[in-house]
């Protein structure tokens, strides 16, 4: 049998950006305003991201509760993951690719500027792997 086993961490979405305000209160208006229209992740050089991050919540002396959520025949494939999961897939894919595309560039400059095809095609497959249409 095959089982999607879940645990949960209570935790605070921390966030922190930089607002050039004439007060205290104008920068918290603006903060929120950035927020409700979903502009405030932007990172722009008026208003840097300063910090996102996860934290932790809570006792950490109490035990992780595990739970079953689902479970499948050996022979049936597991779910589709969810959308957090493609997007981390997503951003491994795309950060392989670029480390694939300096090292196909570096062994280029070894062979004296010749760039073999299947360094490249390698960071193209990782390339293609990061983008969300796959």
Request: no cysteine; glycine share 8%.
């Amino acid at each position: 049998m095959k089982y999607v086993v879940q645990y949960e961490l209570p935790y605070v979405h921390r966030v922190q950006v930089g607002i050039e305000a004439g007060s205290p209160d104008e920068a918290i208006a603006r903060a929120k305003q950035l927020f409700d229209g979903g502009d405030i992740w932007n990172d722009t050089p008026d208003i840097p991201l300063l910090f996102d991050d996860y934290e932790e919540q809570g006792d950490a002396g109490i035990p992780l509760q595990f739970t079953v959520e689902q479970t499948w025949r050996s022979n049936e494939p597991w779910p589709d993951a969810e959308a957090s999961v493609k997007s981390i897939r997503r951003q491994n894919a795309a950060f392989r690719a670029a480390g694939l595309l300096v090292e196909a560039y570096r062994r280029g400059e070894e062979r004296g500027g010749s760039v073999a095809w299947e360094d490249v095609d390698q960071a193209l497959e990782a390339a293609l792997e990061s983008t969300p249409e796959r």
